[in-house]
């Protein structure tokens, strides 16, 4: 269950800062409670439990890192060149005879084990081969091209950590030190449903002052690239006793509850106070454009297990943003993985843009090389919050930090890809 209390994010502050949001986070919430057996198979995306040790060394045994000529470099000359007779051939996947003995070479392949004594490979494009013998040219050092055993992981070493998010690279560690099984923690339940009158499931003609939900898909889209167990609760209406019901219901047997819609501080917008009757809202305004009105809290149900709630913004482009910079970090703390910060790289500005101070903007651009090598971001021109070809168009996230009010051409711009944040 997810352990959090109803003062975990106490803060008396009128807008929260990104920062704080993560901080807090990593501070005042603890992982879900459950773990379980995995096959590597199935491993993907899952947080790996215990600290992976490796059982073996990783590579096994000491190896030709290229196509060459294994040697003993006390045989090669210092101030010449050295002929020795090529005295065995190796592939990958075949045993040494035979120790390699003084004034001899042992033709290897790429993973073919070092022979006994050998420890140093000359690459076969660097050699000449004549008659049965091998001639090699000065200055190459000892140990070059050859891989020694555990030299990528020692037996008994810490292969994964605790809390690894398991992807592809991850799942190849754990092949290459032979596990077939992984300790995993539990994925993380999360219960979504848009909220509003006017939202309506796709797949039927479009009614008079409807519009179909974006949000439910790409919320659902964004949680099980992060492992999350979705129950898809569809849409409420914008009826406080039903989302009481709803949240209520959610709770029960889930760790997590996001909305999106109705989050504001118009009349027609149910969830914050809803949720402050049925539980306790710890924040609802974020420091950060597009995005604001985000509410984060807690809902405990009659079983005693409290999920954590976030209520989105009801603009897609803004639930995109709100997602990455508040439910990421969430998701990532409830799943009991290591914390993964966004980081922005710089790129260069091709625009004029002028922001408020004191928060953290957002802006969506299209990132290309210049004719002189640098990377250029081009803004996308249409900014608004409810724009779904700002996010179809462009490459990434313009980060603006709170302290600046104004980019020029020319200046430098953070940038966060699309990519980062769906890792």
């Known amino acids: 269950m997810a352990q959090l209390s109803d003062d975990c994010f106490a803060f008396g502050g009128k807008l929260m800062s990104i920062d704080d949001v993560e901080r807090l986070m990593l501070e005042r919430i603890s992982p879900i409670d459950g773990q379980s057996t995995v096959k590597l198979a199935a491993a993907r995306g899952r947080v790996l439990a215990r600290d992976l040790i490796a059982t073996v060394d990783l590579p096994p045994f000491a190896n030709s890192a290229v196509d060459g000529y294994a ?43 070092m022979p006994e004594g050998a420890d140093t490979v000359f690459m076969q494009e660097d050699v000449a081969y004549e008659n049965g013998a091998v001639i090699l040219p000065p200055g190459l050092k000892r140990g070059a091209n050859s891989r020694a055993a555990g030299e990528d992981i020692a037996k008994g070493a810490i292969a994964l950590a605790a809390g690894t998010r398991l992807g592809p690279s991850e799942l190849a560690m754990a092949a290459a030190i032979g596990r077939t099984d992984l300790r995993v923690r539990k994925r993380v339940r999360v219960a979504l449903f848009s909220t509003g009158d006017e939202v309506q499931d796709a797949g039927e003609p479009l009614r008079k002052a409807k519009v179909y939900d974006a949000n439910r898909p790409l919320v659902k889209a964004l949680l099980e690239n992060f492992g999350a167990r979705v129950t898809d609760l569809g849409i409420l209406k914008d009826d406080p006793a039903e989302l009481s019901e709803a949240l209520k219901n959610a709770a029960a047997d889930h760790d997590l509850i996001i909305t999106s819609g109705g989050v504001s501080a118009g009349e027609a917008d149910f969830v914050r106070p809803v949720l402050e009757s049925v539980g306790s809202l710890v924040f609802w305004r974020v420091a950060i454009k597009p995005g604001r009105p985000v509410a984060m809290g807690v809902v405990p149900s009659s079983n005693a297990h409290n999920a954590a709630f976030v209520g989105l913004p009801g603009n897609p482009v803004a639930v995109f943003v709100t997602f990455a ?15 993964e910060p966004l980081v922005a790289f710089p790129v260069r500005s091709t625009f004029a843009y002028k922001k408020k101070k004191d928060r953290r903007e957002y802006i969506r651009v299209k990132v290309a090389r210049s004719a002189a090598g640098v990377l250029e971001a081009t803004i996308h021109p249409q900014a608004g919050a409810g724009i779904i070809s700002s996010l179809t168009e462009t490459d990434g996230l313009g980060e603006l930090l709170e302290d600046v009010t104004r980019v020029d051409p020319g200046d430098d711009i953070g940038f966060i890809p699309y990519a980062s944040l769906l890792a």
């Open 71 to 113: 040697v003993r470099h006390g045989d090669l000359s210092s101030d010449g060149g050295t002929r020795l007779r090529v005295a065995e051939r190796l592939t990958a996947g075949t045993e040494p005879t035979s120790p390699v003995l003084p004034g001899t070479a042992v033709r290897v392949f790429t993973g073919a084990p």
């Open 325 to 339: 910079r508040v439910v990421r970090p969430l998701l990532l703390r409830l799943a009991g993985a290591n914390a």
